[in-house]
């Protein structure tokens, strides 16, 4: 059984610009949740997506946002690049909320210059 | 919100040697889950326990729910095992996410 799977493993972009990252969960999953890790910071939750709807968000400004395709699969978007915006970006599936274990993927690597 | 706390935050050991690891949480959980973070920055999952005893080969852990906090084991390590240890933990269904510990830095020396 394939695992969770995020696109691109790396990404370098510029302070201000927009960054698209992509994830595709566990094959009868319906929970996407995408979590930051930042230097010095820990693992941050911020996003979770069911059945197409977006159903929590963590402390982050509304420049991260995102979307659950009818596939499930997932994208992360962030607008207007900072600095700090600098992490691994992990996104993680369940067969449902919370109460079912999470997967994690092998994240993606954003840096911003 | 809910508290995770891991203890202790680094810990380095001989090969062969055993490991315990803490996760204290400050309030009821119905998800807990350790995960090992390997160099290149996956999260593999070790157990899911939000209550209980499990075992897979090496690894146990042990998780008190009523006194708030979990345990996991590392038997005759390797230096395989190095690398960051978390424990995760979520409380309601209506949030969904887990809530992380700061993690154990595990190394393990030939």
């Known amino acids: 059984e394939a695992g969770v799977t995020q696109s691109p493993t790396h990404l370098i972009k510029t302070r201000g610009q927009q960054a698209t990252l992509r994830c595709s969960p566990i094959s009868g999953h319906t929970s996407v949740y995408w979590y930051q890790q930042a230097l010095g910071l820990g693992l941050q939750f911020l996003l979770w997506y069911d059945e197409g709807e977006e159903r929590n968000r963590g402390n982050f400004p509304p420049r991260f946002s995102g979307r659950q395709f009818p596939n499930y699969s997932s994208e992360l978007n962030v607008n207007a690049l900072e600095l700090e915006d600098s992490a691994l970006y992990l996104c993680?599936?369940?067969?449902?909320?919370?109460?079912?274990?999470?997967?994690f993927g092998p994240g993606t690597r954003l840096t911003v210059t | 919100g809910i508290q995770v706390e891991q203890s202790p935050p680094d810990l380095i050991l001989q090969e062969g040697a055993n490991s315990t690891l803490r996760c204290n949480f400050s309030d009821s959980v119905n998800n807990l889950q350790w995960f090992h973070q390997n160099p290149w920055g996956q999260l593999i999952n070790l157990f899911y326990?939000?209550?209980g005893t499990k075992q897979n080969g090496r690894l146990s852990a042990t998780t008190v729910a009523t006194e708030r906090y979990s345990l996991l084991y590392i038997s005759s390590s390797q230096t395989t095992d190095s690398g960051v240890y978390f424990c995760a933990v979520g409380r309601s269904r209506s949030q969904g996410n887990l809530i992380f510990g700061k993690g154990t830095k595990l190394s393990v020396k030939p």
């Open positions: 326990i939000p209550s």
């Open positions: 993680a599936s369940s067969l449902g909320g919370l109460g079912y274990e999470q997967y």
